[in-house]
């Protein structure tokens, strides 16, 4: 599937492809995963942007993974999950 990287602000963001599915993660400047989750077709950049604006998670980069589905979606999330524990994830969810 098609992969992006954008910076981690509003225009960042706003780059970001939303026609489908994806999970995404919010990385570190050196490029450690902070925080995995899925957005929905059509939701993607209003999604991203909510951790945004709540200022909880930190980040310097958005990596976006597209999918033909959301169940698609969320087995890879749940896969990155188990592979890189994010800090910003909760643990056994």
């Known amino acids: ?36 989750g899925v957005a929905k077709k059509d939701r993607v950049q209003d999604r991203i942007c909510e951790h945004l604006e709540s200022g909880k998670i930190p980040g310097a980069k958005v990596q976006i993974e597209q999918m033909t589905s959301i169940d698609e979606a969320k ?16 643990q056994g969810k």
Request: aromatic residues 8%; glycine residues 8%.
């Open 1 to 36: 599937m098609t992969k992006k990287t954008a910076s981690y602000n509003k225009g960042g963001v706003e780059k970001l492809p939303n026609n489908k599915p994806v999970v995404y993660r919010i990385k570190t400047v050196g490029g450690k995963t902070n925080y995995v």
């Open 75 to 90: 087995k890879r999330e749940e896969n990155i999950i188990t592979r890189t524990a994010p800090k910003y994830n909760e």
